[in-house]
């Protein structure tokens, strides 16, 4: 439990001085909280070690992308033919 206190307070001091980061930076901090909430969410649904593999890789990758798409103020919109095109984010 204390492991896990420690944790929040880093991910939130860390979300604190986003501000000041550049691009790479925010890439780097989205990929590392988006795999802290895969990891998080695999072992609330009690995955097994394989499924938790995946989980961390696909959230630091969804993590990723936000904050790139955030810096860039572009996003994805489905075109219905599995195709996206980008546009302003509203």
Not at 36 to 52: E, F, Q, V
Not at 78 to 88: H, I, K
């Amino acid at each position: 439990m204390y492991r896990n206190i420690i944790a929040l307070a880093c991910v939130g001091t860390l979300s604190l001085s986003a501000c000041q980061m550049n691009s790479n930076e925010q890439a780097l901090l989205g990929g590392v909280v988006g795999a802290g909430a895969g990891l998080i969410t695999a072992k609330a649904l009690d995955a097994n070690d394989n499924w938790t593999i995946i989980a961390v890789l696909a959230g630091a990758a969804a993590g990723t992308m936000v904050a790139r798409n955030q810096a860039s103020q572009q996003c994805a919109y489905s075109n219905g033919d599995g195709t996206y095109r980008t546009g302003p984010c509203p």
